[in-house]
Nanobody
Framework: VQLQASGGGLVQAGGSLRLSCAASGRAFSRFAVGWFRQAPGKEREFVGVVTHCAESVKGRFTISRDNAKSTVYLQMNSLRPEDTAVYYC??????????????????WGQGTQVTVSS
């Protein structure tokens, strides 16, 4: 499965963005899709997987998927400057730990930049 993330951009604090992760390949519905992000100078961190989000974004971010379109969405509301990062989607067919580690995911998209201005 190959993934391509899109939908990033520049938004003011309090605004919203929706990221998309489009997959190519067979049996996409069998894969769990996760989102990670990496801010400048920081390690990549877990954002959400399937429909579960990290505490840092819970209540503001939601994950949904459309298997007919082989696409997973990350809806980001009430964005904060600290949400600024490159966002990556990734998938796995073999399960994951909790909280998920990036090593659990075999295929990665190229990342999309999200910048939140104050």
């Amino acid at each position: 499965v190959q993934l391509q993330a899109s939908g990033g951009g520049l938004v003011q604090a309090g605004g919203s963005l929706r990221l998309s992760c489009a997959a190519s390949g067979r049996a996409f519905s069998r894969f769990a899709v996760g989102w990670f992000r990496q801010a400048p100078g920081k390690e990549r961190e877990f954002v959400g997987v399937v429909t579960h989000c990290a505490e840092s974004v819970k209540g503001r971010f939601t994950i949904s998927r459309d298997n007919a379109k082989s696409t997973v969405y990350l809806q980001m509301n009430s964005l904060r400057p600290e949400d600024t990062a490159v966002y990556y989607c990734a998938c796995t067919r073999y399960g994951f730990t909790w909280p998920p580690d990036q090593g659990d995911f075999r295929s990665w998209g190229q990342g999309t930049q999200v910048t939140v201005s104050s």
